[in-house]
């Protein structure tokens, strides 16, 4: 009254207030975590697909040593080799 308005006093007063700017603030920052979350895990999901190439080659390796040092006979070796 008398233009005297001692309520909304406060510099973010009226539709931007400390209500609205804090849930658009929480909501923004869940996004974008959610979608950070995403990218990680497609790009680990990727990165482990080519693990499990070069853990074949390892096994070979592994097998082939074993064959050499007489661990294992050479039908073993060729019944593992199959196997990979």
């Known amino acids: 009254m008398w233009g005297c308005n001692f309520l ?3 510099p973010l007063s009226g539709y931007f ?3 609205t700017i ?5 909501w ?13 895990l497609i ?3 990727i990165d482990s697909k080519d693990i499990t190439a070069s853990d074949r080659q390892d096994s ?10 007489g661990e294992i006979n050479e ?9 990979l």
């Open 43 to 45: 790009r680990k999901s």
């Open 17 to 19: 207030s400390y209500q």
């Open 8 to 10: 909304n006093t406060t």
């Open 75 to 83: 039908d073993d070796f060729f019944k593992m080799k199959q196997v």
């Open 22 to 26: 804090f849930p658009i603030l929480f």
């Open 60 to 69: 070979l390796q592994i097998l082939k040593y074993r064959y050499a040092k």
């Open 28 to 40: 923004g920052l869940a996004i974008i975590l959610l979608v950070f979350l995403a990218i990680l």
